[in-house]
């Protein structure tokens, strides 16, 4: 059966952010042999009252059509952001309503927010002594209503393995994604990227919040010097090379780089090796010698010394849990 992600919509819910999982999950299919365009999850939507319309920050309401005991079949719940939490986020507890709905989930759970859903999430005690993350704007106040919560305001999102926080709106969408990916391997969450033309991985650490996120109309941008880097990853690459593509010196282009990006140049050349790396580990029997040399990253040392850093298993043990995993999944 796919697994179930079943998101609550609350009263206040921001649209575009109720619409994130079923775009993301729901249109996520099988590639391996077998498994080939099968559906790998299935998306249902609930609210904490029976069946009916649930208001948004909109000039609209939605009709949801299951009640709270849609939770009780989840594997993964999704709690999106509302700006009508009331005593959630004035005290940080939970209402009498929300309260019940959440004892129906099962143990074990998957629980995932997106932006000011970590709200939900920290009054029922999910958080608790975990690391998590929400909107940049409400970071303080979050960190001030659950001191218990050991809260980063810097990053897109964080992965605590079965919690699970992103920032606001389109850290959403990079957290759903990092799931397929982790839950189906970098082909399948790259396909559903490319559907929604969305960048395929933005990683958890990178800064949500980042002051000038586009060019002043009389700069000149990075674009052309990232899809240069990205043609030839295998190769040695320089950031003098990088700032070359662009007509810039290095100075410049580090800060221009860092604007735009939010992490600098050599971070984000080691993030697409990595990930390159992790493509060529679940699709291909190339030997790790060789995907260390394909991904750039020169010696099978110098790929598990990254890998380790970024994924925390080496390289044949990413391949193996991957390809038992797949198989499992058929």
Known sequence: MPHRVVVLALDG???FELGIPQRIFGRSLGTEPGNAGRKLYDVVTCSVRPPGPVRTDADFAVLVVHGPEALATADTVVVPAS???GPVFEEGRLTEELAAALALVRPGTRMVSICTGS???AAAG???GRPATTHWSSADHFQRTFPQVRVDPDVLFIDDGD???SAGVAAGIDLCLHLVRRDHGAAVANEIARRTVVPPHRDGG???????PLPEPQFAT???ARAWALARLERPILLRDMAEQEAMSVRTFTRRFREEVGISPGQWLTQQ???RARQLLESTDLSIDQVARDAGFGTATSLRQHLQAALGVPPTVYRRTFRSSADASR
């Open 13 to 15: 819910l921001l649209p």
């Open 83 to 85: 700006y009508e939490l």
């Open 119 to 121: 709200y939900v999430l």
């Open 126 to 128: 999910y958080l608790d």
């Open 163 to 165: 919690v699970l926080t």
């Open 206 to 212: 990178q800064a949500q919040y980042i002051h000038r």
């Open 222 to 224: 990075t674009t052309a």
């Open 273 to 275: 090796r990595v990930e």
